[in-house]
């Protein structure tokens, strides 16, 4: 168990431009989430995926936001266009119905802070 | 729509003494999750805790209590014998359990600083 990780931990670009970012779940988790966080503030759910199908989008911020999970492992948070207010901490969690915290407890990974200038 | 609030900003508390940081939710449903995350400085959120509202028996880890008060919808944590290593960013979330996984719903967090 390597835990959840993301890639990258920084990224810098300029308004107007596309980011993507990924997250690799831990190995034997199915479910996966995309959470924001801005400064002071508990994270915010974005988007759901059991496995490779996603069945919670209504959250994401604008449909700007996309996420795909191709084959059921790793997942991308794709962000076009992006602005100046999208510049916060993107996180990746993972979970499993049989996993040793229990049912469905969910394990973050560092996140992606992004910064948009 | 469920909502976590946490009411303390931040908390101070003297190494080796115990602090309480408090929590309510609001919620329509019977199934569901509560947990405490902790989030140190420039790391990753950390799992302190896990509730099952089904059950009526407070869960402890080591150092780590809570005092969940499901009529009040109000979970508690309680840190005894309080570390430097226990200063973090401290994130009480809602999770909902039937009918399959969703989102948690996290409060704003409780910054607690230990005192040596």
């Known amino acids: 168990d390597t835990g959840v990780s993301q890639n990258p931990r920084h990224k810098i670009t300029k308004r107007g431009q596309n980011v993507t970012f990924r997250c690799d779940p831990i190995?034997?988790?199915?479910?996966l989430y995309w959470y924001r966080q801005t400064l002071g503030q508990g994270p915010e759910f974005l988007t759901y995926?059991?496995?490779?199908?996603?069945?919670?989008k209504s959250r994401l911020l604008s449909d700007r936001f996309s996420a795909e999970r191709p084959k059921g492992s790793f997942s991308t948070l794709e962000i076009q266009r992006t602005e100046q207010g999208d510049s916060a901490m993107y996180l990746c969690?993972?979970?499993?119905?049989?996993?040793?915290?229990?049912?469905?407890?969910?394990?973050f990974g560092p996140g992606t802070r992004l910064t948009v200038l | 729509a469920q909502t976590v609030t946490q009411s303390q900003p931040e908390m101070s508390v003297q190494e080796a003494e115990t602090v309480t940081l408090s929590c309510t939710y609001d919620t329509s449903e019977s199934d569901y999750y509560l947990f405490w995350y902790k989030q140190p400085p420039s790391r990753q959120m950390i799992l302190v805790i896990r509730?099952?509202?089904?059950?009526?028996q407070n869960a402890t880890e080591n150092r780590f209590s809570v005092n969940f008060q499901k009529a009040a919808k109000s979970f508690s944590l309680k840190i005894s014998d309080s570390q430097l290593g226990d200063a973090a960013m401290y994130f009480c979330?809602?999770?909902?359990?039937?009918?399959?996984?969703?989102?948690?719903?996290f409060g704003k967090g409780t910054h607690l600083i230990i005192q040596p």
């Open positions: 995926f059991q496995n490779e199908a996603q069945l919670e």
């Open positions: 190995s034997e988790h199915n479910r």
């Open positions: 969690a993972s979970s499993s119905l049989l996993g040793t915290g229990g049912a469905d407890t969910q394990y």
């Open positions: 979330a809602y999770g909902y359990s039937g009918g399959g996984a969703d989102g948690l719903t």
């Open positions: 509730q099952e509202a089904y059950k009526q």
